[in-house]
């Protein structure tokens, strides 16, 4: 099956730093999302990117389908911002695939 | 508040227990999912449900059984789990299957099996 490989698997910065966090899928996808989970579990939807560049606030995403990653940027860094970033990547079979993360510590 | 309410928030169950995860959307959304977040392994998608239909099942063993009574309910009755069950169990709706880009995630129930 499609792998999924997320990195930096740790990261810790001083708030108002920047930081890029990467994502590399091994095939082909139709669909490809960011999310955030927060300390206490919460999970949220960033972006939904399959493909080109998106920003949202302090946060962008850059997908190159043809080259098989894709790259979160956060800006000037928050205290808020920590948690464990996740890649998930869908192909036409429906099936949702995740990458396990990269857990982002923002000290303040 | 994302809209999207799991009860319990906490369980811990023996592995003969028989339990039950709720989840409720007061979105007006038509799709549902449940996925598991283990310690070992990557976030996983367990069941997709639209308009009260299951439409995925991801090889999930039997002694997981969903319920999906209405759009705005769904549930995941336990039975004869393995410690190893033991993970986070998010649920999560959107208004479509189609949207299933934009989902809504509860704040997940952490369960223990003893």
């Known amino acids: 099956g499609i792998q999924v490989e997320q990195s930096p698997p740790d990261l810790i910065l001083q708030e108002g730093a920047n930081s890029t966090l990467r994502c590399n899928f091994s095939d082909s996808v139709n669909n490809l999302q960011w999310f955030h989970q927060n300390p206490w579990g919460q999970l949220i939807n960033l972006f939904y990117?399959?493909?080109g560049t998106k920003q949202n606030g302090r946060l962008s995403a850059t997908t190159v389908a043809t080259e098989r990653y894709s790259l979160l940027y956060i800006s000037s860094s928050q205290t808020t911002d920590s948690g464990v970033y996740f890649c998930a990547v869908e192909r036409g079979d429906d099936k949702i695939i995740f990458g396990k993360g990269t857990r982002l510590h923002i000290l303040p | 508040e994302t809209g999207v309410t799991q009860t319990p928030r906490h369980l811990v169950m023996g592995m003969t227990n028989k339990k039950s995860l709720k989840c409720e959307q007061h979105?007006?959304?038509?799709?549902m999912y449940w996925y598991k977040q283990s310690a070992k392994k990557p976030l996983e998608l367990m069941f997709v449900?639209?308009?009260?239909?299951?439409?995925e099942n991801n090889s999930v063993p039997s002694r997981f059984s969903p319920e999906c009574p209405n759009s705005s309910h769904l549930f995941l009755h336990l039975h004869t789990l393995q410690p190893e069950d033991s993970a986070l169990y998010l649920c999560a709706s959107s208004r479509s299957r189609e949207f299933r880009n934009i989902q809504y995630f509860g704040a997940g129930t952490r369960l223990s099996v003893l």
């Open positions: 449900y639209s308009l009260e239909e299951r439409v």
């Open positions: 990117i399959p493909s």
């Open positions: 979105l007006g959304h038509n799709a």
